[in-house]
């Protein structure tokens, strides 16, 4: 059975060539922030293409972000830029008419599960969490502005550590971190492109300080795929160091039930105004 | 005067038209490592026909590395995918013959300079490191698969904080971390074409744990450009968190002497084998 995020991201091909091949997409409703679909929706859509062309899930992705993208069709153009024995690199431009949303650059291949390929080095570990139901359901955003729709909280399970959904009763914690649990609310199992929606499915982490809870137009987004996911939420966090000039960065670590590491994610961002 | 970087990094565009340009350049000799040239610094050559294109410095640049470059002429396609007020964003392709090096998507714009700008969140600061002249010099590696080539040590002024060269000496620190000082042997100062060689500069942390010292292929290597260096050396410091499946990352800050964050980077490379 198809689960609602395969639906949601679904890609037909129109036209094929050796090279690559144009699909057409829909960018569905209640997947958006106050009316533009969210940036890892995005991301998903073109990463299917790309993966279809490609053979392979994406192993590391980046997308800049060029115009903001309202329900409705969509077309993603994927030219294969070099298809090697193990790893294919290709590139999407994902547009809604003659209007460019986002131009992707990625590189695609399975993950290895060699034994001898154990992990050799992990510094680090998943953020603390309570358990799953001991988590917060976010509340609705005071404005559209806010992060998260209701919609995308109806469509995933997402589950916030108690406290980081505080900002939006205007009680940030002060640490400019968001942490809680990414699932499905149908429960699909989670695959290397729910894991590109994953990357920029909690709000910002800069709503934890005292800057103002506005839009954050992300310039960039670069995911790496680190493994395949248990079957289970994963425990994420995603934090904000550097908030200088106009420009903020978000780091995201995504860790499955089992522990391990399965995706890291940064990406650039123009501050909020308020 | 030009200095030896520019020289090294020069592109001369050949045809133009309003989407773009096609730039003629050269792969130069001692900028490799064991032959093959050093990722930033290729990429640093894309980035500059980018720049030209765009009429702006890089902010945010993605590679993606599809072979190794040998020393000899290039060519730089670049073509525009949109240019507004502020960014203009361009991919680039990098190709020796028939056959192309790297893949580049970047995003390009000048740094903000309003007083409204100032840093609102740094969590964090330059790596501890002795004084530029306390530091070490790197020695030369023993073997071509070591690191930075004597070659491209004379042409920078890197020094590297005590202890973190003992590798090639056996002597690894047993923590994946390399941090020193950036400078150019000549003096220049370092703009934001000159990050994007930083952020490749340094010999793989990884090198300071039991990992083999031996050829860690590049995959992806993204930079942030997030200010413009005061003139001096840079601090650096290169950490890798996560060696699992046959993959490893690699996140690299760089600040200048005024104690500005002035670059991030990560790059996603495989594990090298003995």
Redesign the interface.
Known sequence: MTGIFERATAVTRRDTTDAGGRFDAMVHDGWDIGGNANGGYLLAIAGRAMAEVTGRPP??I?A?Y??PAPAGPCTVDVAL??SGRR?A?A?A?LCQGDR?VI?????FAE????PV?A??????GPPELPDYERCEVPPPPASPDQGPMPQLNERLAVRMRPGDSGFRAGAPTGR?EMAGWFAFADERPIDAIALLLAADAFAPP?FN?E?PVAWVPT??L?V?V??VPVPGPLSCVFR??????????EDGEMWDVAG??VC?S?Q?SL?PRG
Request: hydrophobic share 40%.
């Open positions: 192993l590391t980046t800049h060029l115009a830029v070099r790893m690199t590139t431009a460019e131009r992707v650059l990625g590189t993950q290895t599960t060699d390929d992990p050799i080095l992990v510094d680090g400019a800069i300080t800057l310039l960039e670069t790496h680190r493994g904000s160091r550097f908030v200088v000039g106009d420009l903020v960065e391990n590491l890291q940064r650039l501050t």
